[in-house]
């Protein structure tokens, strides 16, 4: 298989598990130079307070700038349900750009409607930085990486392959985890099954770094594995798993979930980049849509 870039080289990568939350982010650095990125950072909420804190975010900045390292990128893998980003604080302190798919202008319509946001709110993708489309490359330092469309959890998912290592955001989870729901508004299990199958046609040694873990049946928090092993262990596709199969198991699963507790938050602040909504005076403010979810 052909891909836009070189996915031999071996990019350091450093996760950084948040406990409120079970994401993980991470610090991608250039094996070549000093330049890295970071994907998916989190910003700290007490819903209950309203309150916003940046503990976690402070560890990602205090880390690339022990390590003398320049932050190049900001990515989103998605619109996340469940926690909030630090994006733009992060870049306030140390720059880069923040980039998310360019299905974000789907997620920002429906949710858009949904938090019944005025014509301030703007449904164009413009609070991003960059809007990645299938197949898009950008760099790293030296290091040229691509970005691959994978809806399903959500309509703007995205991958991002840099060398030889994948950030899958929640196309998956590790083996034993299986993927995420789709039943998010937009979300869809069938378009979910075939875009895990484009990540798997990845080499089977492509490290492979989950967005979230939740240490299923007791075990630690793990957040790396491989395609190889994806492909023969994950418990919902590994195994050689039909569609039908997985369509039904997680459409049922789906109708089970509970709503994520960080769902009404998390929308409204990453559908803008990771900026707190403000109220007609300035002042920050989130909603709470009635019966609307
Ligand atoms: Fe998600």
New binding site residues.
Partial sequence: MDYPVDISLKPDVTGFFDDATNTISYVVKDPNSNSCAIVDSVMDIDYAAGRITYAHADELIRFVEDNGLKLEWLIE??????HLSAAPYIQEKLGGKIGIGEHIVTVQNVFGKIFNEGTEFQRDGSQFDALFKDGDTYTVGGMEVFAMHTPG??PA?MVHVMGDAAFV??TLFMPDGGS??AD?PGGDAATLFDSIQKVLTLPDETRLFM??DYGPNGRDIQWETTVGEEKAHNIHVGGGKTKEEFVQFRTERDATLDM?KLIIPSLQVNMRAGEVPTDDDGVPMLKVPVNGL
């Fill in positions: 893998t998605h619109v996340h349900a469940d959890h959500t998912c955001g929640d995420a729901r998010f967005c979230h994520p």
